[in-house]
Structures are given as structure tokens and as C-alpha cells.
């Protein structure tokens, strides 16, 4: 993160070495213009140095502009875009380490081609304003890349399960009750649990849990099963033993107001579903269940009761290990929600390793591939085939239309929580090539289903789609955009 100090400094380098070189000045020359050293001008123009009042002066008179000029958030109409970026919370607040990124580098690639880097500025700009975009967009597309960045696997977040299961007198693996983390939390945080007063607020129906700081008190919400009461109270004790004080206090964060806040919310739940499912336990029953033959959905309902998880915390949990221990990498992990009488669907969650996999998150009101595993799912759920107790579970090989990109999709659905008459799905999907063969023996069984499909009906050309829910009508305007310019080029 950049301190406020720093974005000035780099604000007035910038300012200097831009109107330098549009005066056609070396440093040699502005700096005797200016009456300052070639060396201390070249660590003003580097943001690392801020002048006096005097030198400010005589290096505004000798670039030809005033002093407020130097020293204020103003600049020219070509500058302004970058001035407005450095100085914005954004930039203030992003973490650009975790990406290998210095702000040195950052201010070298803004100072060195202003004019260019500006129009890129301008038009992102533009972009998130047409589109509505908010910072929280921008912080939550910058967390799932930095998930991809790393595989989705954080050593020193596993490291800490270990450390806290150790320090806590623990087993090293196994499961944890509720009774078991409720003690943790009395005894190491003098924390209470109280699950029944959140539930009388009308306003908190939509949140799953509560801490108040002053009270040393975990409200968590009523009707919860054991596993999400479970995930809720390893992920207070993991704010707690990694003492991630840029926190939020609701399960939802009500306002993604930071990246660091958003991070450690990642990082508290990452740690909860590692300490509920230990890392090398869960990588010996990932294999007993890949090296079958055959495709058994009881397979997944076991490891559901095993670790007493959720459907959604299983599922996330494979995406960090099949890329660390398994060597697979190309995979993709979607939440679906289906609203009351089925004709739409969201994907309230997204995660991509290695490339943007199909499929992805429409923005434009689309309508998903109704022969998605995960939405046939969520149909059947409707149906009453599944309880809050026992999820349905099936798996599909989908071919995605007009690519070479075949992903073994596993899946499960169950109702909402808040709201029963939805239903939700969870799935993850793996590229189908050499490597998940190796471990995923059943992925070429006849027991898997195999289907055509694409990421929405608008953009679809399948032939005759029994599932199709409008027409085509994006592939239709590009056809029609393609006879045009054949039309054109026959003339």
C-alpha cells in the first residue's frame, strides 16, 4: 500500500519530468535553470525527493508555471487521468506487492509514457462508468487473480492451520466439532457464541454471523447446519490467531471499501475450510476417489459427511489442492443461484486458474446454457430431490461448441438457505487433458454423461437445442454483420 506522503512525492515528480520534456530540456539544463543539482532534480523527477518552498519556486519558475501549479491535484488535460489515478484510493489502498509490483515501477511506467499510459487511463475510465462499475468490482476481479496468481494454494496459510492446530493442542488431522472450536474460541479469545439473538432482527436475515468487538461475542445467525456453524467459527478464530485487524465484522462484507479488508476475509475463510479439512487427510481421499473407475456420486456425499462440510466448502477446498498435489491447473469453480420458477439464473461466484475457462460471468442479462450440469441440478432440486441434508450430486463431461475445450464437471445442488424456494448450485470443472486422466480414472466411463454446450443461448449455434431459452439472437447479429461485408466484398 502507497502512504498519502509518497503519492504527493510521485505527483510532483511526475509533473516535473513531463514538463521537461515538453520543453525539450535535459536534466542538465533545467537543473541550471532551476539553480538545483542534476542529481537532486533526477530524485524529485523519481518521486522519491520533495523540495522546499524556495527550490519549488525556482523550479516552477523555470518549468513556466506557477507554484500552486506544482504542488496542487491539478494538471494539464493530458495529465489529469494519471493524476486523478495516483491519487485515488485505489491506488492508495491496493496491495501492489502481492502482484510483484513496486510503486517505483509503477510510477516509472506512468512518467516514461504519459501520453500513451493516459489514453489507457482515459479509456478504462470511460469503461467503468458506462458499465457502472464500482471500486468493489475492481478489488474483487483483483482477488481472484491473485488466487490464480498463486493457484489458489497459500503455503503459509496451511503453515498456519498446522502452527494452530499445534499451539492449540489439536490432532494434527481430523475433523473438529462445534463443541471443539467454541472452546478454542472461549478459551484462547474470550469469545462467546450466541445463536439466538441475530435471529430475532429482520435486518440481519441476509447475514449468517456477527462479531461485536466490545462484547468479545460471535452472533451467528439461526437454522444454520453444523458445517456452515463450523466454517463460521473457524473463521473467527482464524481473525483471531492471525491477527487480521482490517476486518470485516458481518459474514457479507456490507462495503468492499478496502482490498486489504477484502483480502483478509479471504484468508480468514481460507484458513477455516483448511483447519475443517486438513491438507493432507483431504489429498489422500481426493485420490481414493479419483482412481475409480466409475463415476459414484456417493463418493462426494461421503467426503460431505466425513468432513461434516458444505457443498460449496468442499468444492473450493479441492480447487486449492488439485493444482498443488495433483498438477491440475486447469480448472474453474462457479456458484449458481436459480431464482423462483427457474427462467434465470446467476453465477453469484467465479474462479478461473490458468486461463478464462468457460464458463465465465455475463454481465449483459443472458441467459445461461441450460444443459450446464449446474443448472439441471438446481431444476431437479426444485423438484425435491435434494434436502438441506443430503445435496444432490452429479457429474458431466461438457464439450464447449465450436472449441477443442472439454471440462469434467462435477456438481451439487441444494435449496438457498435464505431463501428455500431457490435453489443453488456449486461445480467444479476441470480441462480434460493428459494430466487429469492420470489422476480422474473415471473421467472417460461411460457413466458420465457427455453433452454440447456453450456459455449462453444468445451466443449459441447448437442446432436444435431441446434446452435453448431464447434464440440466438448475438450469433444472429454477427451473421448478419458477416453477410454485409461478404455482400461488400462481392460487389
Same mark, same amino acid.
Given at each position: ?164 492446530? $499445534?499451539?492449540?493442542? %489439536?490432532?494434527?488431522?481430523?475433523? !473438529?466439532?462445534? +463443541? =471443539?472450536?467454541?472452546? #478454542? &474460541? ?27 468487538? $466490545?462484547?468479545?461475542? %460471535?452472533?451467528?445467525?439461526?437454522? !444454520?447446519?453444523? +458445517? =456452515?456453524?463450523?466454517? #463460521? &467459527? ?258
Amino acid at each position: 500500500m502507497v502512504d498519502q506522503q509518497s503519492i504527493i512525492k510521485m505527483i510532483f515528480g511526475f509533473k516535473a519530468k513531463y514538463l521537461r520534456q515538453q520543453h525539450g530540456l535535459s536534466l542538465e539544463e533545467l537543473a541550471e535553470r532551476a539553480q538545483l543539482s542534476k542529481s537532486y532534480l533526477h530524485e524529485i523527477e523519481k518521486g522519491k525527493k520533495y523540495p522546499k518552498v524556495d527550490r519549488i519556486h525556482s523550479l516552477a519558475k523555470a518549468l513556466g508555471v506557477d507554484y500552486d501549479y506544482m504542488v496542487s491535484m491539478r494538471s494539464s488535460k493530458k495529465l489529469q487521468p494519471i493524476v486523478d489515478l495516483l491519487s485515488s484510493d485505489f491506488v492508495k489502498e491496493f496491495p501492489l506487492q502481492l502482484f510483484g509490483i513496486s510503486p517505483e515501477k509503477l510510477f516509472e511506467l506512468f512518467s516514461n509514457t504519459p501520453d500513451k499510459v493516459n489514453a489507457f487511463v482515459t479509456t478504462i475510465f470511460k469503461i467503468t462508468r458506462n458499465y457502472q462499475m464500482e471500486r468493489e468490482h475492481f478489488y474483487m476481479a483483483a482477488l481472484r487473480s491473485y488466487q490464480d496468481l498463486h493457484d489458489n494454494y497459500f503455503p503459509d496459510l496451511e503453515q498456519a492451520v498446522r502452527d494452530f492446530r $499445534s499451539e492449540m493442542g %489439536l490432532p494434527p488431522k481430523g475433523p !473438529l466439532t462445534t +463443541a =471443539q472450536l467454541e472452546h #478454542l &474460541l472461549a478459551e484462547a479469545y474470550h469469545i462467546s457464541v450466541d445463536y439466538e439473538r441475530m435471529g430475532h432482527s429482520a435486518a440481519l436475515k441476509l447475514q449468517r454471523s456477527y462479531f461485536k468487538e $466490545s462484547t468479545r461475542t %460471535l452472533f451467528v445467525n439461526t437454522g !444454520l447446519s453444523s +458445517a =456452515q456453524k463450523n466454517f #463460521l &467459527l473457524g473463521r473467527e478464530l482464524a481473525f483471531q490467531f492471525l491477527a487480521l485487524e482490517e476486518r470485516p465484522y458481518f459474514t457479507r462484507i456490507i462495503e468492499v471499501d478496502s482490498f486489504e479488508r477484502l483480502l483478509n476475509n479471504f484468508k480468514a475463510s481460507y484458513f477455516s475450510v483448511a483447519l475443517l479439512m486438513e491438507e493432507m487427510g483431504m489429498v489422500a481421499d481426493l485420490q481414493s476417489f479419483a482412481k475409480q473407475y466409475e463415476w459414484r456420486p456417493d463418493g462426494m456425499h461421503e467426503l460431505l459427511q466425513k468432513y461434516n462440510a458444505t457443498p460449496e466448502m468442499l468444492l473450493q477446498r479441492w480447487t486449492n489442492l488439485l493444482p498443488q498435489h495433483f498438477g491440475i491447473k486447469d480448472l474453474f469453480f462457479i456458484r449458481l443461484v436459480g431464482a423462483k420458477g427457474l427462467q434465470h439464473f446467476r453465477m453469484t461466484k467465479e474462479l478461473h486458474l490458468s486461463q478464462m475457462h468457460n464458463p465465465y460471468a455475463n454481465q449483459l442479462n443472458e441467459h445461461y446454457c441450460r444443459r450446464w450440469v449446474s443448472v439441471n441440478l438446481i431444476k431437479q432440486q426444485k423438484t425435491g430431490g435434494a434436502t438441506a441434508r443430503l445435496p444432490l450430486v452429479d457429474a458431466q463431461i461438457s464439450a464447449y461448441w465450436q472449441t477443442p475445450n472439454r471440462y469434467l464437471c462435477l456438481s451439487m445442488a441444494k435449496p438457498d438457505f435464505h431463501y428455500p424456494e431457490r435453489g443453488i448450485s456449486v461445480t467444479i470443472g476441470l480441462l480434460i487433458n493428459e494430466q487429469l486422466r492420470r489422476h480422474f480414472r473415471f473421467v472417460d466411463s461411460s457413466s458420465v454423461p457427455a453433452r454440447l454446450v456453450h456459455t449462453t443461448c444468445e451466443r449459441c449455434g447448437i442446432a436444435d437445442c431441446e434446452a435453448r431459452a431464447v434464440a440466438p439472437v448475438v450469433l444472429e447479429q454477427q451473421r448478419r454483420r458477416e453477410q454485409i461485408m461478404q455482400a461488400g466484398a462481392d460487389l
